[in-house]
């Protein structure tokens, strides 16, 4: 069986080889897991790694759904929520974020809300990243994590308000309820 990704450009309305989809998709997936992973430059590398390399030994199947970005982002979600019950690792988390260049917004806000959410459970983590960062519905949050949408919005709101209490009163003006 030819795993083998083709260079050559898709023909107009036949879906996008596997190499064009990593290419445009790259860029998102590795923003997502970079949240998911609380700021952890490697391991959101890895995680997309690992997304894509699960996507290309399936690319036939899944180049014909509706949404194979969508399908990304779930495989993405469900590899770093299963990523600690397969790691057995020596690695030693640290508190210091790696220099990073900011374009915009405020950096030490950033830092702030990456460490707080580095606080929440994977699964909360995974809510708020998905509804808030990436702008999901709770219906597109809910098929990505495999949860009913009433999950969702419980797991939001109970992830929202430790993130509240964690920030404390100087944050509650940017974070209303």
């Given at each position: 069986?030819?795993?083998?990704?083709?260079?050559?450009?898709?023909?107009?309305?036949a879906?996008p080889?596997?190499?064009?989809?990593?290419?445009?998709?790259?860029r998102?997936?590795?923003?997502?897991?970079?949240?998911?992973?609380?700021?952890?430059?490697?391991?959101?590398e890895?995680?997309?790694?690992?997304a894509?390399?699960?996507?290309?030994?399936?690319?036939?199947?899944?180049?014909?759904?509706?949404?194979?970005?969508?399908?990304?982002?779930?495989?993405?979600?469900?590899?770093?929520?299963?990523?600690?019950?397969?790691?057995?690792?020596?690695?030693?988390?640290?508190?210091?974020?790696?220099?990073?260049?900011?374009?915009?917004?405020?950096?030490?806000?950033?830092?702030?809300?990456?460490?707080?959410?580095?606080?929440v459970?994977?699964q909360?983590?995974?809510?708020?990243?998905?509804?808030?960062?990436?702008?999901?519905?709770?219906?597109?949050?809910?098929?990505?994590?495999q949860?009913?949408?009433?999950?969702?919005?419980?797991?939001?709101?109970?992830?929202?308000?430790?993130?509240?209490?964690?920030?404390?009163?100087?944050?509650?003006e940017r974070?209303?309820?």
């Amino acid at each position: 069986m030819d795993h083998s990704p083709t260079t050559e450009p898709a023909a107009p309305g036949a879906p996008p080889t596997f190499l064009e989809f990593a290419a445009a998709r790259s860029r998102p997936l590795y923003r997502t897991a970079y949240l998911l992973t609380g700021g952890d430059v490697h391991l959101a590398e890895d995680l997309v790694q690992e997304a894509l390399s699960r996507m290309f030994v399936r690319w036939r199947r899944v180049s014909r759904l509706e949404n194979p970005a969508g399908y990304a982002q779930t495989v993405l979600v469900n590899t770093f929520l299963s990523l600690r019950r397969r790691r057995s690792s020596t690695e030693k988390v640290t508190g210091e974020f790696p220099e990073l260049a900011v374009t915009d917004g405020d950096p030490a806000l950033r830092v702030t809300l990456l460490q707080a959410l580095q606080q929440v459970s994977r699964q909360d983590r995974a809510v708020l990243v998905l509804r808030f960062w990436e702008d999901r519905s709770v219906e597109e949050t809910a098929a990505a994590l495999q949860l009913t949408t009433s999950a969702v919005r419980s797991r939001s709101h109970r992830a929202l308000g430790r993130l509240r209490a964690q920030l404390g009163d100087s944050f509650a003006e940017r974070f209303p309820r």
